[in-house]
T-cell receptor
Framework: NAGVTQTPKFQVLKTGQSMTLQCAQD?????MYWYRQDPGMGLRLIYY???????DKGEVPNGYNVSRLNKREFSLRLESAAPSQTSVYFC????????????FGPGTRLTVL | GQQLNQSPQSMFIQEGEDVSMNCTSS?????WLWYKQDPGEGPVLLIA???AGELTSNGRLTAQFGITRKDSFLNISASIPSDVGIYFC????????????WGAGTKLIIKP
């Protein structure tokens, strides 16, 4: 099992460009999450999906959109990238909301110029 | 909003030393999780704690869920070079099923 996979691993964008970060899990988990990690800070939740067909805003949702494509896949879209969105983005999954043990992907390192 | 204070921010230790770190908050939590992150990788779950007072071990790692529900501790015994990395605590507030609150991390560095 690959666990949680993310693509791409690295990305450089210019201000105003758009892109979609992809995430997939093969653990048959119900819940999926997108976080951003900035230097010296803990992880901050952008959006989460408790189950297929539902999405909810987290702590820092502005400037992002998400799609829970199916049970396996959860994508994060930046419609008009800004330098403040330069960060490392992590996708995670958990069996269900009742068990919060989250399993993380390797991350996408995004730089917005 | 709720915050977790994780300390120390960084630690320089000798190989073989024992390590202690903790997370504290002014709010209570129902669950405490401890993760380790290696450079360039995602966090990996080390220990999960679900009950106040609970003490759980995973090899050389031991973590405790504070009796007040406002803190948690992680100890590493007899540190080895592969223990280097950043350790994060995360807590689940009573009013949430999904949104963990994260500490800022403790960076563990082994002195040469």
């Amino acid at each position: 099992n690959a666990g949680v996979t993310q693509t791409p691993k690295f990305q450089v964008l210019k201000t105003g460009q758009s892109m979609t970060l992809q995430c997939a899990q093969d653990m048959n988990h119900n819940s999926m999450y997108w976080y951003r990690q900035d230097p010296g800070m803990g992880l901050r939740l952008i959006y989460y999906s408790a189950s297929e067909g539902t999405t909810d805003k987290g702590e820092v949702p502005n400037g992002y959109n998400v799609s829970r494509l199916n049970k396996r896949e959860f994508s994060l879209r930046l419609e008009s990238a800004a330098p403040s969105q330069t960060s490392v983005y992590f996708c995670a999954s958990s069996r269900s909301g009742g068990t919060v043990e989250q399993f993380f992907g390797p991350g996408t390192r995004l730089t917005v110029l | 909003g709720q915050q977790l204070n994780q300390s120390p921010q960084s630690m320089f230790i000798q190989e073989g030393e024992d390590v202690s770190m903790n997370c504290t908050s002014s709010s209570i939590f129902n669950t405490w999780l401890w993760y380790k992150q290696d450079p360039g990788e995602g966090p990996v779950l080390l220990i999960a704690l679900y009950k106040a007072g609970e003490l759980t071990s995973n090899g050389r790692l031991t973590a405790q869920f504070g009796i007040t529900r406002k803190d948690s501790f992680l100890n590493i015994s007899a540190s080895i070079p592969s223990d280097v990395g950043i350790y994060f605590c995360a807590g689940l507030p009573p009013d949430s099923n999904y949104q963990l609150i994260w500490g800022a991390g403790t960076k563990l560095i082994i002195k040469p």
